[in-house]
């Protein structure tokens, strides 16, 4: 009787030294998965911003609780670089094409970002477009401001005009068919 309990109890001590040296590769696994996925996370947001740029948007809001997985992170827009922090503190780093303004992102928190130049910005921080003073009558998507002569307008050939500014650029500008 003294055998067998004696080989149930190393059988038992056998099988938890296993168990234990199963269990840390296996939870060292889940946990690279875990940080693999807020990295991937970083690279798709990367990308999501480098579309918004690419769109031919005045502005558009970025939510933090579209862009990130939890509560628990955040983000950061700051030059080519979007970072996500998670709850521990670990950063994942992601490279944009293009370059931002420091923007910090909770997950409950939305932000309007504009296009501005070379660059991303918050939207109340984008520079005021010069006041418009005077309207051509005849064409009304020819502005300029009060510094400015009136362009010189030539005469419309067929479906087409061209205006000349004080500088001597000039666009023509065609309607329809030729």
């Not at 296996?26 to 875990?34: E, K, S, T």
């Amino acid at each position: 009787m003294m055998g067998f309990t004696l080989s149930r109890v190393s059988l038992f001590v056998c099988g938890a030294i296993l168990m234990a040296a199963v269990a840390v590769p296996i939870a060292g696994m889940y946990l690279d998965r875990g940080e693999d996925s807020l990295s991937r996370v970083a690279e798709a947001d990367a990308q999501f911003v480098d579309a918004v740029w690419n769109a031919d948007l005045d502005e558009t809001v970025l939510r933090g609780d579209i862009l990130l997985p939890s509560p628990s992170c955040s983000l950061v827009l700051d030059g080519y670089f979007l970072t996500i922090t998670d709850s521990n503190g670990n950063s994942h780093v992601s490279s944009m094409k293009h370059m931002s303004d420091r923007i910090e992102l909770g997950y409950g928190d939305s932000v309007s970002v504009s296009r501005y130049g070379d660059r991303l910005m918050l939207t109340e921080s984008v520079p005021a477009e010069p006041e418009v003073s005077e309207i051509h009558a005849g064409y009304g998507a020819e502005a300029w401001t009060s510094g400015d002569s009136k362009p010189v307008i030539d005469e419309p050939h067929g479906n087409s005009y061209t205006v000349t500014n004080d500088s001597g650029n000039s666009i023509t500008i065609s309607c329809g068919p030729a």
